[in-house]
């Protein structure tokens, strides 16, 4: 393909789109045109500080949260040895029992397992919140003597009635 390169060897649509350029070998820039650089006012210049001040706080706060999260997430995957599960518990106990006595002394799983559950129960009654905090443990009903309602006056038409 022959390639084209004086403006009468464009085809007659061409030319016409063409006739609007200053230069006639290139096509205008769609880039916007460098403004005339001058030095920024003494507004502009606190304004673009406390901007960048701003930015800053929000990236440390940013920053600060991220890290309580990743601590918070260690925490609960390594997990606290109080507040560990009551099966984890009961598994742990129960090897330690097989390794200690011989297997016709120790009681059947159901019953292990059921003993470690009214241990754990008990345990937790005694650290029972007060009373009103729960609906399991709710506070004790009011007996206050109620005042007899008094009738409110009558605003509207009815009281208009009263009057003729």
Avoid: W
């Avoid at 990236?59 to 099966?87: C, D, F, P, T, W």
Wanted: charge should be positive.
């Amino acid at each position: 393909m022959a390639q084209l390169q004086r403006p009468s060897d464009f085809p007659q649509s061409f030319t016409s789109y063409n006739m609007y350029y200053d230069n006639q070998d290139s096509p205008p820039s769609r880039l916007p045109r460098p403004k005339q650089t001058r030095r920024p006012s003494k507004l502009e210049m606190l304004q673009s500080d406390y901007q960048k001040k701003l930015l800053r706080e929000k990236e440390a706060k940013l920053i600060e949260m991220y890290e309580r999260q990743q601590e918070h997430a260690i925490r609960k995957v390594s997990g606290n040895s109080q507040k560990r599960g009551m099966v984890r518990d009961f598994f742990e106990e129960r090897r330690a029992m097989e390794k200690q006595s011989s297997a016709s002394d120790l009681p059947t799983m159901a019953a292990h397992f059921k003993q470690k559950k009214r241990e754990r129960e008990q345990k937790n009654q005694e650290r029972r919140p007060s009373a009103g905090i729960n609906r399991g443990n709710p506070l004790a009903p009011i007996n206050a003597k109620r005042k007899p309602k008094s009738n409110p006056p009558q605003i509207g038409r009815a009281s208009c009635r009263e009057r003729v």
